[in-house]
């Protein structure tokens, strides 16, 4: 997901960046929402400093600053929908794709009840 949000704003990475591990610093799950304020902030400093690709650096220290929303049973549950509708398991984040789509249709069920919505 971060790499389609990276080329759909067109922000190149540095040779040698590895953002999957990069993020993987991280101890947030992070939506696609919060990938892409990553780079929205990314390409205002990179911008700012003349830079025309992504450092490993600033990813690093934009990964570390985010802090994500304070609602975090819709965000599970838009994270969850967005895995349940997926057709590529190859598009899931690693601890998606792991999960069998009967589990995520129970969790989801859960969620709906805590969050008052309708199926």
Known sequence: MFDLLRERLGIGLEPGVDAAALFAESRDALSAADLEAILVRSS?????????????????ELIRDFQPPPYPLELEYQRLIAAFECTSRQLLPP????VPPEAIGARLAELRAALGKSA
Not at 44 to 60: E, I, K, V
Not at 95 to 98: G, I, N, S, T, V
């Open 44 to 60: 205002r400093r990179m911008a700012s400093a003349g830079r025309a690709t992504l450092s490993a650096a600033l990813l690093r």
């Open 95 to 98: 601890d998606l794709a792991a």
